[in-house]
């Protein structure tokens, strides 16, 4: 069964602390590993990755992914109020011309002044 | 105008009514999703749609059903509502060869049976 396995579910630092969200796959025909950010409502993409020790960065915000361990980590440095959110990490997969995407349940993550 | 239109925003509705929410896209993807997310439980994929024509069955379809009736819009049914089903719903696309690759959410509609 496809699985995509978030840690911690939920964390809570203080404002300027840097933090690293996992996840972790067990897919079959994985083609990319994506990270959300949601806030109130609607998620919002962040990265795309599908190569394995290729660093994106965005801000404050950066990830890789290891294809050969099966996980992904998103840092947050210098870490603000408004980073306080749900983070979802998802595996997509392509099997033929289906192409679905499996969430993992998301790190809640709070932000202390 | 939002990429991903999603109607209505929030909703009571009684249990045993049948209810129809709306999605409509701008971004000429062909590819649509119905998800709904539960506290704890992430986003399950009710039902998807690869063209108007092919409708497919995600991994909780039971008790819904949907209508592909463009490929700009893409409605899903409850049709007969149960406590069970309040959850806060998401229409989605995806055009997995332009960017962003991944996927662009609704705003989102928050249903809610009593």
């Known amino acids: 069964e496809d699985k995509v396995v978030q840690s911690p579910l939920s964390l809570v630092v203080h404002e300027g602390d840097t933090v690293t969200l996992n996840c972790s796959y067990e897919?079959?025909?994985?083609?990319?590993l994506l990270w959300y950010k949601q806030e109130k409502k609607a998620p919002t993409f962040l990265f795309m990755l599908?190569?394995?020790?290729i660093e994106k960065k965005s801000g404050r915000l950066s990830s890789i992914l290891d294809k050969k361990e099966l996980f992904s980590i998103l840092n947050i440095t210098a870490t603000q109020t408004g980073d306080s959110a749900i983070y979802l990490c998802?595996?997509?997969?392509?099997?033929?011309?289906?192409?679905?995407?499996?969430f993992g349940k998301g790190t809640r993550l709070h932000i202390l002044p | 105008d939002a990429d991903v239109t999603q109607t209505p925003r929030n909703r009571i509705t009684k249990t045993g009514k049948r209810i129809m929410l709306e999605c409509s896209q701008t971004k000429g993807h062909d590819r649509m999703y119905w998800y709904r997310q539960d506290p704890g439980l992430g986003l399950r994929l009710i039902y998807y749609s690869f063209d108007v024509k092919d409708i497919n069955k995600g991994e909780i379809s039971d008790g819904y059903s949907v209508s592909r009736q463009a490929q700009a819009k893409f409605s899903l049914s409850l049709e007969s509502a149960i406590p069970n089903q309040t959850a806060l719903y998401f229409c989605?696309?995806?055009?997995?060869?332009?960017?962003?690759?991944?996927?662009?959410f609704g705003s989102g509609t928050r249903l809610t049976v009593v």
């Open positions: 897919v079959t025909n994985f083609r990319s």
């Open positions: 998802a595996a997509g997969l392509q099997m033929n011309r289906d192409d679905k995407i499996i």
């Open positions: 989605a696309t995806s055009d997995p060869d332009s960017p962003p690759y991944g996927y662009t």
């Open positions: 599908t190569s394995s020790g």
